[in-house]
């Protein structure tokens, strides 16, 4: 079954930071980029980073430069996404998606984990 | 970055009804330009991509068309099951980015 399922719910305190996962499964996992993608509480979607699982190259928004990493295993076909020095606004749904076909990052995103809800409060 | 308008940013609409959601870019992002539906706790569903190309498995109804800046996303025949948001992504360059979305109310 071709599928992205996410780690569970974060809170966290202002400051700290928060790993997300993403494990792939049911498709060739070097083949496709994954993104991903924030939604603060009723708020619309965000872009916030790309990662080529191949060869782990990433690409992320000025914004984030030096709070957003992303990893990748390929041992578990598992990407990672951390954010640290986290803010009350960081506050989101953090989903991770995958690509529509395979080594082309332009048509849209067909693949969705279930969404990580990220809490930071103190 | 390139950013994406949506407009209106809400609409109400009966069933039956013909809907045209509109999406800018701030430039040209060629046919560069995808459109996803989301319902409230799920993640959002590729509706088109490539401005015009019905993803698999979506109703015929959805048709999406323009290039270069201007965009539309038209429902033909409002189903109950359409009530929702609609997001645009121009996906020309990175950061890729969404639109503010349109949400469609009854």
């Known amino acids: 079954q071709v599928q992205l399922v996410q780690s569970g719910a974060e809170v966290k305190k202002p400051g700290a930071s928060v790993k997300v996962s993403c494990k792939a499964s049911g498709y060739t996992f070097t083949s496709y980029y994954i993104h991903w993608v924030r939604q603060a509480p009723g708020q619309g979607l965000e872009w916030i980073g790309i990662i080529n699982p191949s060869g782990g190259s990433t690409s992320a928004p000025q914004k984030f430069h030096g709070r957003l990493t992303m990893t990748r295993d390929t041992s578990t076909n598992t990407v990672y996404m951390e954010l640290s020095d986290l803010k009350s606004d960081d506050t989101a749904v953090y989903y991770c998606?995958?690509?529509?076909?395979?080594?082309?990052?332009?048509?849209?995103?067909?693949?969705w984990g279930q969404g990580t809800l990220v809490t930071v409060s103190s | 970055d390139i950013q994406m308008t949506q407009s209106p940013s809400s609409l109400s609409a009966s069933v039956g009804d013909r809907v045209i959601l509109t999406c800018r870019a701030s430039q040209s992002v060629g046919s560069y330009l995808n459109w996803y539906q989301q319902k409230p706790g799920k993640a959002p569903m590729l509706l088109i991509h490539?401005?015009?190309s019905l993803q698999g498995g979506v109703p015929s109804r959805f048709s999406g068309s323009g290039s270069r800046t201007n965009f539309t996303l038209t429902i033909d025949s409002l189903q109950p099951e359409d009530f929702a948001s609609y997001y645009c992504q121009q996906t020309y360059n990175t950061p890729q980015t969404f639109g503010g979305g349109t949400r469609v109310e009854i």
């Open positions: 490539s401005a015009s």
């Open positions: 998606a995958r690509d529509t076909y395979d080594r082309d990052i332009s048509a849209g995103l067909i693949l």
